[in-house]
């Protein structure tokens, strides 16, 4: 249960923020009561949440924050607490989307199944390019949220509510009036609510990887 009362700010963070931002993803994607073989896909590509890991993933969002100009991070701090207790992290395509998809296979050095992340990345890349790339012929300045966890005692509070409109806020004060996602089963009925409607879904075949069943990804846009 989350603390009682307490005020959650959101804002951009900075490069100090990164650790955290990891630590709330690494947790808030977890589920400790998962069994195993592990029905879910945070789990099957990346295995419970450990320390290197989060340091590794800080630093990744380092170099993306310093290397592409177009993300942008969210924190939701719990201000009594001073602590970080969520994390969006958007993408504002301010410049055109490429056209060709531009994935490359990575060695992901701290995932359980370098293998897995790569069919689920790539499979996200590609969709994007499908419908970014393509769309944006048709209409400019697209919004893609990347990123949205929240710490689970801090879950269904409106924090994740909070960071979806901070940035849909920004996003419209920059004119970028059209949004994208890929939503997992968590995810989708809050996006549902802010307007985002399916475009295509992806389904990945967890027993390949040692999990079990199929984890369905839907590829989602807002506005026109
Ligand atoms: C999904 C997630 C980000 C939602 O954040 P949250 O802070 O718990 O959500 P909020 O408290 O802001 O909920 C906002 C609304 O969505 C609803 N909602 C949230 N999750 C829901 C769910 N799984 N099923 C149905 N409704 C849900 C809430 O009831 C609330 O509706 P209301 O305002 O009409 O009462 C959070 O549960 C989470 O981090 N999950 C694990 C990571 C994850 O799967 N992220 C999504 C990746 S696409």
Not at 69 to 81: C, D, G, I, N, T
Not at 82 to 97: A, C, L, N
Not at 162 to 177: N, S
Not at 186 to 196: D, I, M, Q, S
Request: glycine letters at 10%.
């Amino acid at each position: 249960m989350p603390p009682k009362n307490i005020t959650i700010s959101v804002s951009r963070a900075t490069e100090d923020d990164t650790l955290p931002l990891a630590q709330v993803e690494a947790i808030g994607f977890h589920d400790p009561t998962a069994e195993e073989p592990s029905t879910s896909m945070g789990r099957v590509m990346f295995g419970p949440p450990t320390e290197s890991g989060q340091s590794f993933r800080a630093q990744e969002l380092i170099q993306r924050m310093r290397t592409m100009p177009e993300v942008r991070l969210y924190k939701a701090v719990s201000q009594e607490e001073g602590k970080v207790v969520g994390f969006g992290g958007w993408r504002f395509y301010t410049e055109p989307f490429p056209e060709q998809d531009t994935w490359e296979d990575k060695p992901w050095e701290f995932a359980r199944n370098p293998q897995a992340c790569n069919e689920f990345f790539g499979a996200m890349a590609r969709t994007k390019t499908k419908y970014m790339g393509g769309q944006r012929v048709l209409s400019k300045n697209i919004a893609g949220l990347e990123i949205l966890v929240v710490h689970p005692d801090y879950q269904g509070i409106g924090v994740g509510k909070k960071l979806i409109q901070t940035g849909l806020d920004d996003a419209t004060a920059l004119a970028l009036d059209k949004a994208y996602l890929e939503a997992s089963e968590a995810g989708y009925p809050l996006y549902k609510k802010f307007g985002w409607q399916d475009v295509d879904q992806v389904l990945i075949d967890l027993g390949k990887y040692g999990g079990k069943g199929v984890w369905p990804t839907v590829c989602m846009r807002r506005g026109d």
